[in-house]
């Protein structure tokens, strides 16, 4: 037991310096979005002296701030609504024909995109989309939804290998189709690793602001809230407290979500690879 106290300490350690690192940024944002101007000039990093909540209703009051959640919201919802339809389908096919080889290639394939880093694509990304005028809402939520597959096949793929073919074949002798095998057994059965690719990418969705820069910046109308806050400045200045009180918004709906959800994918991706 002795020799361990060592060990658990060096982890109990290693466990603080990372919650630090989580906590601070978190304490920054919110300490500046209650303080003053003057206050924030006089001492950066000191917590606010009192409840100071004229940051937040000014932000909320700019044009277009309600407009931008409208954009963000409209995205992240039909985003993920596709991706819980097609990336299930598409992995239930593979898995029940992972023999054949066809199925095997695509398989290969798609997997093959989590191996290709976001840069080297972002400018053929972006001349593909502007020759097809997708450069809008309709076409970044396209390639929210391409960019989703592999990970989200990896993932449905393995949780499927565990769920026996017996329950397919029990179906079909009840009189029931593939589709209705899938729509009636297997989807149902899914819910823990399909729980676990809804959260997961609803924080990236949400959150990102690379794909969104690239294809939605041409115009204020159709900006998401990480572009609002990225262009969330004027000519001569930048005022750190409306800043900062931006980002305590933008990230309150997920960081609630994932604080109540955070479980599943825990335990999505734990019953997934298990079993």
């Not at 500046?32 to 909320?60: C, H, W």
């Not at 989590?114 to 400018?123: G, T, Y």
Request: with cysteine.
């Amino acid at each position: 037991m002795k020799t361990r106290l060592p060990f658990k300490i060096l982890g109990y350690a290693f466990l603080g310096i990372g919650a630090l690192f989580i906590l601070a940024p978190i304490y920054l944002t919110l300490s500046i979005a209650l303080k003053t101007r003057a206050e924030t000039t006089a001492n950066f990093f000191s917590p606010p002296t009192r409840l100071y909540l004229d940051n937040f209703i000014s932000v909320i009051n700019k044009a277009n701030f309600w407009l931008m959640v409208q954009n963000s919201a409209f995205i992240t919802v039909v985003s993920l609504l596709i991706m819980l339809i097609a990336v299930p389908m598409v992995s239930y096919a593979i898995s029940r024909n992972a023999s054949k080889a066809y199925y095997k290639w695509v398989y290969t394939i798609i997997l093959m995109g989590i191996f290709v880093p976001f840069q080297a694509v972002m400018l053929p990304i972006y001349r593909h989309m502007g020759n097809l005028h997708l450069l809008n809402h309709a076409g970044l939520i396209i390639m929210y939804v391409t960019l989703s597959f592999a990970q989200g096949l990896f993932l449905c793929v393995g949780f499927l290998k565990n769920i026996p073919l017996e329950l397919d074949q029990a179906s079909k002798i009840d009189g029931c189709g593939v589709g209705l095998t899938f729509i009636r057994i297997i989807y149902p059965l899914m819910l823990p690793i399909i729980a676990t690719i809804l959260i997961l990418n609803s924080l990236w969705l949400w959150n990102d602001f690379q794909l969104p820069l690239i294809m939605l910046n041409r115009h204020p109308d159709f900006w998401t809230l990480p572009l609002f806050i990225y262009n969330f400045k004027t000519e001569v200045s930048f005022d750190y407290n409306l800043a900062f009180a931006a980002f305590a918004l933008s990230m309150a709906p997920i960081t609630i979500m994932y604080v109540f959800t955070q479980k599943y994918i825990i335990g999505g991706l734990t019953e997934g690879s298990i079993k």
